[in-house]
């Protein structure tokens, strides 16, 4: 079974400052995905960034950039040039990569909080 | 549709009531999954349908859930003698292809009293 750590409950960051969001994971599969959502006060779960196991590239999204180390299992989320608007709860997600895929496992989350 | 939808948004049930939560699907989506979350915590995998079969249902927390999907679109999430701890918010999400990441619905919020 997968599990899905985010060690940091809370962070809060100056607008316009850049902070990083912390996720480790636990598996035995050697092909995967990781994702970062994003989940606002309004409820609804919108993907923030994708990373494929077996590319070695850090994945990036504008503002939005992944530290993926593969050995350490560890999956970090940048954000740079903070804004407001991405005030919200951040969930590390791990997905197996398979023909039937099934379920995402997804850590307890991190809300982030950003300051004028 | 233009996006995962569910109904409704939020539910107030007295305990040992019945429930039934509606998720549609963005059109086309294969794979619909359901999951539970509860205050400050991530999204707990409850089941998952591919097309009408349900291939995984591993996280159905007791046989009081109970999911369907009979024509492979529209699936029903249906809570038999609620209890206080079934309150939480229900998550439905679809997925078109297998490896793709998951489009999430607004949940509903169920509050049992």
């Keep these: ?116 | 549709g233009a996006g995962v939808s569910q109904s409704p948004r939020y539910k107030v049930a007295k305990r040992g009531q019945d429930v039934a939560l509606r998720c549609d699907p963005i059109s086309g989506h294969v794979s619909l999954f359901w999951y539970q979350q509860a205050l400050g915590q991530g999204p707990e995998f409850l089941t998952y349908f591919q097309n009408e079969a349900q291939l995984d249902k591993s996280g159905l927390p007791s046989d009081r859930f109970f999911a369907e999907r009979p024509e492979g679109s529209v699936s029903t999430l249906k809570i038999q003698r609620t209890q206080q701890e079934d309150s939480a918010v229900y998550l439905c999400a679809s997925r078109d292809l297998s490896n793709q990441p998951q489009h999430f619905g607004d949940g509903t919020r169920l509050s049992i009293l």
């Design chain 1, 1 to 116: 079974a997968q599990t899905v750590t985010q060690s940091q409950p809370e962070m809060s960051v100056q607008e316009a400052e850049t902070v990083t969001l912390s996720c480790t994971y636990d598996t035995s599969e050697s092909n995967y995905y990781l994702f970062w959502y994003k989940q606002p006060p309004s409820r609804q779960m919108i993907l923030v960034i994708r990373q494929e196991a077996y590319k070695q590239q850090n994945a990036t999204e504008n503002r939005f950039s992944v530290n993926f180390q593969k050995a350490a299992k560890s999956f970090s989320l940048k954000i740079s040039d903070s804004q407001l608007g991405d005030t919200a709860m951040y969930f590390c997600a791990f997905m197996k990569h398979a023909t039937n895929a099934g379920k995402s496992t997804f850590g307890d989350g991190t809300t982030l909080t950003v300051k004028p």
